[in-house]
């Protein structure tokens, strides 16, 4: 058994938990209408929900109280406890997100089992399943196999899967709400309000479309520039670290691995070289467009389109193209 721990948050579903279905339902095969569960946690449930009942699965699990309205680690980590010992899977799965990487090393601990952080693939071979998981930001790939008792307990990077290639019914699959009874003793943590600026972040992970820039805007002046062409894109403005070092654009828009990990349908490169680091954050994107002059630039060995030219020469032209629309 596979049980697939979703996210959400305020009634709203994350993606990702759509990458970690398509991931769970690779390593269950042809058994996946049978042999994996869904569990969301939080209050007021009903409808993220009813959208992940669409899902090829068994059944969606829900761990629905007021205690779990405001994320702790703590109380997810009693809940999915008491999930995990009334489904007793194999195997745990979870999208590698800000949240998961809280909660589930202290998971793992409390039930003294196995965990894998950050896969990108999944492989099966004369039984043995086994995870990749990039090492050395990106440098080197392990493949991976726990060893111990189950459940072990696996995340993946977001983006690894396709949240649109997972499996859904033509039916709705049973939602079954799960009975939790907190020590709310034990949650030691009480969140405060949101920070005001808050509803100026920007979570990239979640962005269809991302126009991102580089060290090629050369000057902090030019970045209305690229953000015209995300306005006309629909698409979310974002950077590689040096630009976001340089204090051009806060540090929430910096895509790489010191920074955010995105799997947009469209991810647009600007002036980017392609330093591993950045690579290992926007490598998951479905179609990636690279413009710079350096025709050896590495961005150009994983893009899907490239243009060698002057952005200041071609952005415009999109833009105008754009507007045309």
């Not at 990749?132 to 690894?160: N, W």
């Not at 005001?196 to 090629?216: F, K, M, P």
Request: hydrophobic share 50%; net charge negative; aromatic share 6%.
């Amino acid at each position: 058994m596979i049980l697939i721990v979703a996210e959400q948050r305020a009634g709203k579903l994350n993606r990702a938990s759509w990458e970690a279905i398509a991931a769970a339902q690779q390593m269950a095969g042809q058994a996946a209408a049978t042999n994996t569960k869904v569990v969301l946690i939080g209050s007021a449930l009903s409808s993220a929900a009813a959208e992940l009942a669409q899902a090829i699965v068994a059944e969606v699990l829900t761990v629905d109280h007021p205690l779990l309205e405001a994320y702790t680690a703590e109380g997810f980590v009693q809940a999915i406890t008491a999930v995990v010992e009334r489904v007793s899977p194999e195997w745990v799965v979870m999208p590698h997100t800000y949240q998961t990487r809280d909660f589930a090393p202290k998971l793992a601990a409390r039930l003294q089992r196995a965990l894998l952080t950050d896969c990108v693939a999944v492989n099966r071979e004369n039984g043995t399943v086994s995870f990749l998981r990039p090492m050395f930001q990106g440098k080197l790939a392990a493949q991976v196999v726990p060893e111990g008792e189950t459940p072990h307990f696996v995340t993946f990077q977001i983006g690894a899967f396709r949240g649109d290639a997972a499996a859904r019914g033509a039916t709705a699959v049973p939602i079954v709400p799960v009975g939790f009874s907190p020590d709310a003793s034990a949650i030691r943590v009480k969140p405060e309000a949101p920070f005001q600026e808050a509803r100026q972040s920007v979570d990239l992970s979640q962005a269809e479309r991302i126009v991102a820039i580089g060290r090629g805007i050369k000057g902090q002046e030019h970045i209305e520039l690229a953000r015209k062409l995300a306005a006309a894109l629909s698409a979310e403005l974002a950077a590689s670290r040096p630009i976001c070092d340089a204090g051009w654009l806060p540090m929430e828009r910096q895509v790489g691995s010191s920074g955010q990990t995105v799997a947009p349908k469209l991810y647009l490169a600007l002036g980017i070289s392609g330093a591993i680091q950045h690579l290992v954050g926007m490598k998951g994107a479905r179609t990636i467009v690279a413009v710079n002059k350096d025709p050896d630039a590495p961005i150009f060995e994983v893009a899907d389109y490239g243009i060698v030219g002057d952005l200041f020469d071609i952005v415009p032209a999109l833009i105008a193209e754009l507007e045309k629309q």
